[in-house]
């Protein structure tokens, strides 16, 4: 019923998307320092919000796939050469994350 009801006012109204959510907002990636924080949110972001105590077997996440020899399509070699090679990887990825600093690169306010 909300998916047709969407589409109803989105034909009525030039939009698109849902009707009961807030659109995403995008933030450019502009430094070096914003990509490798950015990574490493994402990958700590389950742990870091209660859902696992251990972010490195959240089972959707890249985390354990970046670590592997399995085929991928993830860019693995790229990645890891940024943070200087799986020992890079592992160890910023073992750092606590600052939560304020985090704030101000991740979200426009």
Known sequence: WCGTYAKA?????????????????????????????????????PQNHGLIDDFR?????SYQTLLSEKPSRLE???????FDG????????QRETDEISLREILFDE
Request: charged share 15%; hydrophobic share 35%; no cysteine.
């Open 9 to 45: 006012i989105n034909n009525v109204a030039p939009r698109t998307g849902s009707l009961f959510e807030k659109p995403i907002h995008r933030k450019i990636v502009t430094t070096d320092a914003y990509f490798t924080n950015l990574v490493t949110y994402i990958h700590r972001n």
């Open 76 to 82: 693995r070699n790229t990645l890891l050469n940024w």
């Open 57 to 61: 077997l959240w089972p959707y996440s």
């Open 86 to 93: 799986v020992q890079g990887f592992t160890e910023l990825h």
